[in-house]
């Protein structure tokens, strides 16, 4: 996944950034909405942030797993 692609052009928030709001603590998308305002404005992102932090996710566990993280 391109870490650099822009998941929500509202909020300028990309796949990087939503990673990391994980790595810090966030459990899900429920905690990145109320954090950074993901998919709150225009609501056109939704689904494909659903999806994205879903990926992200396993593959933090993944990375976890491996010890890389």
């Known amino acids: 996944m391109l870490k650099n692609r822009m998941v929500c052009e509202c909020y300028d928030i990309t796949v990087d950034k939503i990673k990391q709001a994980l790595l810090d603590g966030a459990k899900g998308y ?3 909405v109320k954090s950074m305002r993901l998919g ?3 609501s056109a992102c ?3 942030a659903k999806k994205v ?3 992200l996710q396993n ?3 993944e990375e976890k797993n491996r ?3």
């Open 30 to 32: 429920d905690d990145l």
């Open 40 to 42: 709150v404005l225009c």
């Open 46 to 48: 939704i689904g494909d």
């Open 53 to 55: 932090v879903e990926q």
């Open 59 to 61: 593959e933090i566990e």
């Open 67 to 69: 010890g890389t993280v």
